[in-house]
């Protein structure tokens, strides 16, 4: 790729639960991830951790840019990058970015994009919070995380109680209710994989917001 070969552009490593960006840093390089998955977290005045989403090695350059979006507001993260495994990286100086894409519109435009998405993304957690839905918000975030394994569809046991509050903004307490009434009904149950979706058409319905949970 041709901005991996502009001058000043290095290779790094960041180990297992490092942190690439931290939350309050000023950006001074954007990094490409070209393998590993990396947690977008925040961590608010309460001490609350939220993630507020995922980096994963992607054949497209946006998705797999880290550290970019301040540029274009203060230059100062609002996240930690946290590695959640290994990560492989190139470190692009923030001026050497911002040289590259000023002359690509359709790579603004993606960004902008990215930027938007975000912004949904996190209004929707508000809403879903403001307005009681967060068992249905749960529910799409099992959905869109769901693989197919020998045992059906399973969640990997990577998410736990305390790790999809993280996603949600709730507590880890909150999810086991929510979790424990979907078990009851017969929609999922718990295996050494994970989290085994028996019944994804009901579970569907409940993430499209056509039944409540109460829990």
Known sequence: MELLKLPGVSYCEFPKNSLIITQGQRIDFVYYLVNGTCYRKAVTEKGDEIIYGIKASHSDL????????PLYSDGYSMHNFHAKT?????????????EYVSDKPELLTQLLRLAMKELRNLAGIFQARQEGKVANQLCQLLL?????????????KGYSNTEIGQFLGV???????????LKEEGIIDRSDDGIVILAADRLAAYAKGEKNIDY
Do not use: D, W
């Not at 290994?86 to 911002?98: N, T």
């Not at 869109?144 to 990997?156: D, H, T």
């Not at 507590?171 to 009434?181: F, L, P």
């Open 62 to 69: 946006v998705q797999s840019l880290m550290g970019m979006l």
């Open 144 to 156: 869109a995380n769901m693989q197919k394994s020998p045992q059906g569809l399973v969640i990997s």
């Open 86 to 98: 290994k990560c492989c990286c190139y470190r692009i100086p923030k001026e050497v970015f911002l």
């Open 171 to 181: 507590h880890k307490v909150t999810v086991a209710r929510i979790k424990r009434v």
